[in-house]
């Protein structure tokens, strides 16, 4: 049972890094950019701490902003405590410091953790689809991240109540685990030994699938989303990306050095001309709709839609045409643009729709001159 146990662990994590390493390969590999992104690091970590940790954005719309608190501070919660209990099972082998008090607190944090986790997750299948927000699509496989979510509350809910059953000792400090213990009193223990140990293989394997599954769904956004906060643009609100200089192209003209024209070629023309701040953005966005919703363009009919913008260019990295850009979107969608970045203000990981717009526009108008 270990070395199965361990086996399958090993096989999640390289999964999970290969997805994450191919992505991120893919990213960087996109074109180098003339701003400089490194600068003001600690400016950077901030709006990381601001925007990803504190959420300043996501809380601002209040119906997905709850939802999305709750499933992250119940996320959170519960990935301390398995914490806990994994340095106490394989760290500190022989000092038990996982009992008493602190046992008794960390569990009741768990009991809480779990039940905000479901509420957000429940609150979030409402909205998308009862409710049916105009801001939300179900096309994609959003249906795995909270059908994956409300399984690790569930059934770690019932290990409890299956282990307090089993031996006699209901735990009133755990109260979810504790009633439903009471609910299951009526099997024998033999039987109720029988679903602890099945149920926990189950939680188990749904844990390690998870795992492997993060970098193939929207859960990426975990890890991705801190890089597009991190690098975003530090240019003033409207003030377009600036792909060469031109009293540098001047200045060397005029002292009779040699110039490179790749140094001087601006716009998308094939799917290696994105920046990787513009593949890193496609990678990141959650498809949340807040920059569909504000979006003048898309509120007055018009193609473009600053969601589908991003998701399309992410579809792009699959397909083996991929470099026949405008033939996966159309030059109307780019034109319906209106500059105003409203999308960009109201995006919650900080994409930057308008500069790849810019950029995608400006080999359009070299393709027609």
Not at 56 to 81: M, R
Not at 84 to 97: C, D, P
Not at 335 to 340: G, I, L, Q
Request: proline residues 2%; glycine residues 6%.
């Amino acid at each position: 049972g270990k070395i199965f146990f361990y086996a399958m662990a090993a096989i999640a994590v390289a999964i999970l890094i290969n997805g994450f390493y191919q992505k991120i390969k893919t990213i960087f590999a996109g074109k180098a950019m003339k701003e400089d992104r490194n600068l003001n690091i600690k400016d950077r970590i901030m709006t990381v701490l601001t925007f990803g940790i504190l959420q300043k954005k996501i809380k601002e719309k209040k119906s997905g902003g709850i939802a999305h608190l709750l499933v992250f501070v119940g996320f959170i919660t519960l990935w301390i405590v398995t914490n806990i209990v994994a340095i106490q099972e394989y760290v500190f082998k022989t000092v038990h410091f996982f009992q008493g008090s602190f046992y008794k607190v960390v569990s009741f944090a768990a009991e809480i953790g779990g039940l905000l986790l479901l509420i957000g997750v429940i609150s979030f299948s409402v909205r998308r689809y009862l409710l049916k927000s105009k801001s939300l699509d179900n096309t994609q496989n959003d249906w795995i991240q909270l059908v994956f979510l409300a399984l690790f509350v569930v059934t770690g809910f019932m290990l409890e109540a299956f282990r307090m059953a089993a031996t006699n000792h209901i735990e009133s400090f755990a109260p979810i685990g504790a009633a439903l213990a009471h609910l299951v009193s009526y099997m024998t223990i033999e039987d109720l030994t029988n679903a602890h140990r099945v149920l926990w293989w189950f939680h188990g394997i749904l844990t390690f699938v998870f795992i492997a599954l993060i970098p193939y769904t929207k859960f990426a956004h975990i890890l991705l989303s801190p890089l597009t906060m991190y690098f975003r643009s530090e240019r003033a609100r409207g003030q377009l990306s600036t792909p060469y200089s031109l009293l540098a192209l001047m200045e060397a003209e005029a002292e009779g050095k040699e110039v490179d024209e790749e140094d001087f070629v601006a716009g998308v023309f094939t799917y290696d001309d994105f920046s990787w701040k513009t593949l890193l953005d496609s990678e990141a966005c959650t498809s949340c709709g807040r920059c569909h919703v504000v979006c003048p363009a898309q509120n007055t009919d018009k193609p473009l839609s600053p969601k589908f913008l991003m998701l399309d260019i992410r579809a792009m990295a699959g397909k083996e045409n991929r470099d026949e850009v405008y033939e996966h979107i159309s030059p109307d969608v780019l034109w319906a643009c209106t500059s105003c970045n409203a999308c960009v203000e109201e995006c919650p990981v900080l994409i930057e729709h308008v500069d790849t717009i810019v950029d995608m526009r400006r080999a359009l108008l070299q393709s027609n001159m």
